[in-house]
């Protein structure tokens, strides 16, 4: 049985994924121990040629078929397949700092949890200002709350989720395949089934992994519905699939719909309506004002306030549209 096993959902990951397994095979883990298990979704650019070709030099990696084409369905495949005691899910589009896996093994048996996890550096996919702003947002207080494996941690901390997390085979096989039915937002999900079985998940800043976040606004914005759609659609399976933080979007752009409705019958609400937008407003420029002063760009001052914005009301938006979904299948 190989010590780790290594697996990578991806689909059309063309651009990244070289650079993702050049961080794994520069990894300072003996290979003789490692297995690498890419889980392809039947992409339609070079993803495949690229990976069939790091497969015949390298023996520890291996490509595998997800016929479904979705991230659960690829996490089921590639533990089915996997040998290892350690099983850690790697994301196509970061790299990881060299000795990333050998602290996974050496950090969960140290602090003896079932799921361990790390920080996440968030660089642009494409270095433009707007890039930039968007990469920022993701890794700030006032875009992402307190997802610590985003904004940083100095401290190892116990978290409701991690990215890219490392699994204890024991736990994988106590709780079972993840849900195919929810779509994103597995890993949420499959943590909180963990913590309701007593499991304990550990965030650690010694672990780092770079993440490549969507540069244009028109992917920013999808990429944000689609979260926004799973932070809530997963309730129709689950009675608390994710933590309440997950929640706050939802609840500041459904408060906005129904305080608008009031206000068309009570007058009064205008005001009420009037002091959320510009408490909101100042906060957000407060917080755009900082960055742009501390990255000493004045674009900044102008751009992030947009970019605050749109992050929070399309993750809200989305996750709207998913209590709609719930509420005409009911």
């Known amino acids: 049985m190989n010590d780790i096993s290594i697996i990578i959902p991806c689909h059309n990951e063309e651009v990244f994924i070289g650079k993702c397994l050049n961080s794994i095979i520069e990894q300072d883990y003996p290979k003789e121990k490692l297995e690498v298990l890419v889980v392809d979704g039947l992409s339609n650019d070079r993803t495949r040629e690229i990976v069939k ?10 490509l595998l078929d997800n016929s479904k084409g979705i991230i659960p369905a690829a996490l089921n495949i590639g533990i089915r397949e996997s040998r290892g005691e350690v099983v850690i899910r790697l994301d196509a589009h970061a790299a990881y700092s060299p000795d990333y896996v050998a602290k996974c093994k050496e950090l969960l048996a140290k602090y003896d949890v079932d799921v361990l996890g790390g920080v996440t550096v968030t660089f642009p996919r494409h270095d433009t200002l707007l890039g930039r702003a968007i990469a920022i947002s993701l890794s700030h207080p006032f875009g992402v709350g307190n997802s610590y494996f985003r904004i940083g941690s100095k401290k190892p901390r116990w978290v409701d989720t991690v990215f890219n ?11 079972g395949p993840f849900d195919e039915d929810i779509r994103l937002s597995e890993d949420i999900t499959y943590n909180q089934k963990i913590k309701a079985q007593g499991g304990k998940i550990l965030l650690t800043p010694e672990l780092v992994s770079y993440y490549y976040a969507f540069s244009t606004f028109r992917s920013f914005c999808r990429h944000n519905l689609r979260n926004g759609f799973w932070s809530v659609y997963p309730f129709k399976f689950s009675t608390k699939p994710v933590s309440l933080r997950h929640l706050v979007p939802f609840a500041f752009v459904l408060s906005l719909f129904l305080i608008l409705i009031l206000a068309l019958f009570l007058p009064a609400f205008w005001f009420v309506l009037l002091f959320v937008v510009l408490a909101y407003l100042l906060a957000n420029v407060y917080f755009s004002a ?19 914005a749109t992050l929070h009301f399309t993750y809200g938006l ?13």
């Open 53 to 62: 070709d790091y497969a015949a030099k390298y023996p520890f990696i291996r």
């Open 318 to 330: 989305g996750s709207v549209r998913a209590l709609t979904q719930l509420g005409i299948k009911k």
């Open 165 to 175: 997390p490392c699994y204890k085979r024991s736990i994988l096989d106590k709780i």
């Open 290 to 308: 900082y960055i742009a002063a501390k990255r000493r760009d004045v674009r900044l001052l102008f751009l992030m306030p947009i970019i605050f």
